[in-house]
């Protein structure tokens, strides 16, 4: 449970620690003008799909040991999932509408998916259980 709570941990680190990054770079507007396309790409979209992928891998490199899959998943998937829910309820870019709210899942669920690919990269399968590093 500890390797959970401390997997879950660094990645909140990581959200809140993005979320630092692109609160300032959204603010970055001249004049308090819209975003263009190419600045929303570059200040919220990529940084989204970064902070996902972080997230995970973060959260991977903590809880290492995959013998227990649902554990495992649980670890490095919850925070993610979670906030990623938050965000449609409150969205940072100032874009409530469907098209917004359908690309911020969608990247959040690319970023953690790339994000599990390399989490699961680094992971080890101890067959004698417990075999935390």
Partial sequence: MARMLGAWG?????????????ARLAGGADGGEPLTDLDRLVR???????????MVVVAGAVQRDRSEQARWLAGVLA????VTAAG???PVGGGGDTVSFLLYVAEGVAGAAMGLVVAAF??????ERGGYW
């Fill in 44 to 54: 919220l979209d990529l940084p989204w799909v970064l902070i996902s992928l972080s």
């Fill in 10 to 22: 660094a990645a909140l680190f990581v959200w809140l620690l993005g979320f630092a990054v692109v």
């Fill in 79 to 82: 925070v993610p999932v979670l």
């Fill in 88 to 90: 449609t309820a409150a």
């Fill in 122 to 127: 680094i992971s080890v399968r101890n067959e």
